[in-house]
């Protein structure tokens, strides 16, 4: 994250940069008033919760409140990654559900980049019935098979080795692997709802084609952009449009 707009969010009152729930980091933006509902945010591998910044801006100014975390092992959460597990992660955003509905009276819509759309799909599986609307930013439908092709790594691996190490010193054991490539299989074989997807064509993580076909198979809006990579730099306007979009029909 741009250190420029960390620091500009740091001077801004409606800005929490990192508060605590529980052991969670927390960020959060809040409009000073008529808020319509609040968006809680899933970074990706190897991000945190600062990613946030990208967007908050304008979704305030349309009245609606941010929420972010920091996974394990992310960011300010000092977990260690031999706890780093997709259980784990589902179990922050829960976490962080129950304290945004307990707090605040409005519809709650989860948004979540890459990792982040992964662990939100495996949560929906687990229970949707809380959520207004999911939106999902090149997510990582196939997760496990997506750290195999990055790093040629697959499960003979962790015969003679502990941990597979990835970038911003990730490292993903065995027991995580397991559970990332069974619901991997999982998410391939269920059935998706309310979820729309932005994702650009020229995504070299998360396959384009491999998107399109899951928004296909579920019958999911897809938005594309077409020069747009992974995690999809230089649109920060156009994601935040099209998420306001979603929004907007949702409530009508």
């Known amino acids: ?6 620091n500009i969010a740091k001077k801004d009152s409606r800005v929490k940069i990192s508060s605590n729930l529980k052991k969670i980091k927390i960020f959060s933006a809040m409009p000073k008033n008529n808020l319509k509902g609040i968006i809680i945010y899933c970074h990706g591998l190897g991000s945190n919760k600062t990613w946030a ?18 996974f394990p092992g992310h960011g300010e959460d000092k977990t260690g990654f031999s706890l780093f597990t997709l259980n784990r992660c589902i179990d922050y955003l829960n976490e962080v559900i129950s304290y945004v509905t307990s707090k605040y009276e409005v519809p ?3 948004f979540g980049c890459s990792f982040g759309g992964y662990v939100i799909l495996n949560r929906l599986l687990e229970n949707k019935l809380d959520i207004q609307k999911t939106i999902l930013m090149c997510p990582a439908i196939n997760f496990c098979e997506i750290m195999e092709n990055k790093t040629g790594i697959s499960d ?9 190490p990835l970038y911003n010193n990730i490292k993903i054991y065995k027991n995580s692997y397991d559970e990332f490539k069974k619901k991997d299989k ?4 269920s059935s998706f709802e309310n979820i729309a997807i932005i994702q650009g064509a020229l995504d070299k993580t998360v396959a384009y084609e491999d998107i399109k076909n899951f928004c296909k198979k579920n019958n999911l809006e897809l938005y594309t952009i077409e020069k747009g990579k992974h995690e999809l730099y230089g649109y920060d306007e156009e994601i935040v449009n099209f998420i306001i ?4 029909r949702k409530m009508k």
């Open 53 to 70: 910044i990208r967007f908050y801006d304008k979704l305030l100014a349309n009245n609606f409140g941010v929420y972010a975390f920091d």
């Open 186 to 189: 999982k998410i391939k074989n």
């Open 156 to 164: 003979n691996y962790f015969n003679t080795n502990e941990y597979m």
């Open 245 to 248: 979009s979603v929004i907007s």
């Open 1 to 6: 994250m741009n250190e420029n707009k960390i």
């Open 108 to 110: 709650i819509f989860l």
